[in-house]
C-alpha cells in the first residue's frame, strides 16, 4: 500500500512537470490583467495592447485587443508579475484630440492610428490597470 502512493505521488509530480505550473502550459504564472484605455478624457474605442518584459523580468509578451475602451488578459494569456513596458496602439474617434504628426511619422489625424509607450508594474493582488495617456505623448502611424 505504501508503494502504491509513493508511486501514485511520483506521477503526479512527473506530469505535473510536463504539463506545465500556469494554465497557459508554459509553466509560467500569468495574471489576468483588465483595465481601461484613454487617450486624455476619450476612452479608447479600438486598438491593441502590449505587455513587454521589461530586461529581467522573464516571461512572453502579452497581447490583448481594445474594445469598447477596455482591455482583457486572462489567467492563461496576461502578462507575468513585475516590470513591464506597455505599448499601446489606438485608433481614435473623430471626437477625439489627434497627436500632432512626429517627425519620420506616418499617417496621423483623428482616423490615424497612434501609439503611446509607458512602464507597469504587474502586480497579482492589483489586477485592474487603466492606462490614461495624453495626446501629445502619442506617435502618429
Same mark, same amino acid.
Given at each position: 500500500?505504501?508503494?502504491?502512493?509513493?508511486?501514485?505521488?511520483?506521477?503526479?509530480?512527473?506530469?505535473?512537470?510536463?504539463?506545465?505550473?500556469?494554465?497557459?502550459?508554459?509553466?509560467?504564472?500569468?495574471?489576468?490583467?483588465?483595465?481601461?484605455?484613454?487617450?486624455?478624457?476619450?476612452?479608447?474605442?479600438?486598438?491593441?495592447?502590449?505587455?513587454?518584459?521589461?530586461?529581467?523580468?522573464?516571461?512572453?509578451?502579452?497581447?490583448?485587443?481594445?474594445?469598447?475602451?477596455?482591455?482583457?488578459?486572462?489567467?492563461?494569456?496576461?502578462?507575468?508579475?513585475?516590470?513591464?513596458?506597455?505599448?499601446?496602439?489606438?485608433?481614435?474617434?473623430?471626437?477625439?484630440?489627434?497627436?500632432?504628426? /512626429?517627425?519620420?511619422?506616418?499617417?496621423?489625424?483623428?482616423?490615424?492610428? /497612434?501609439?503611446?509607450?509607458?512602464?507597469?508594474?504587474?502586480?497579482?493582488?492589483?489586477?485592474?490597470?487603466?492606462?490614461?495617456?495624453?495626446?501629445?505623448?502619442?506617435?502618429?502611424?
Amino acid at each position: 500500500m505504501q508503494r502504491s502512493v509513493l508511486s501514485a505521488i511520483a506521477v503526479f509530480f512527473v506530469v505535473g512537470s510536463l504539463l506545465g505550473c500556469g494554465p497557459g502550459g508554459d509553466g509560467l504564472v500569468r495574471v489576468p490583467v483588465r483595465g481601461e484605455v484613454r487617450v486624455g478624457t476619450i476612452p479608447a474605442t479600438e486598438g491593441h495592447v502590449r505587455f513587454v518584459p521589461a530586461q529581467g523580468n522573464p516571461g512572453p509578451v502579452a497581447a490583448a485587443s481594445i474594445r469598447d475602451g477596455r482591455y482583457v488578459f486572462t489567467t492563461s494569456e496576461g502578462p507575468t508579475a513585475g516590470p513591464h513596458d506597455v505599448i499601446v496602439e489606438v485608433r481614435l474617434t473623430a471626437a477625439a484630440p489627434a497627436a500632432p504628426a /512626429q517627425s519620420g511619422a506616418k499617417g496621423g489625424g483623428p482616423s490615424g492610428a /497612434q501609439t503611446f509607450k509607458t512602464t507597469v508594474v504587474v502586480d497579482p493582488d492589483k489586477t485592474e490597470v487603466d492606462l490614461q495617456f495624453e495626446p501629445a505623448n502619442a506617435s502618429a502611424s
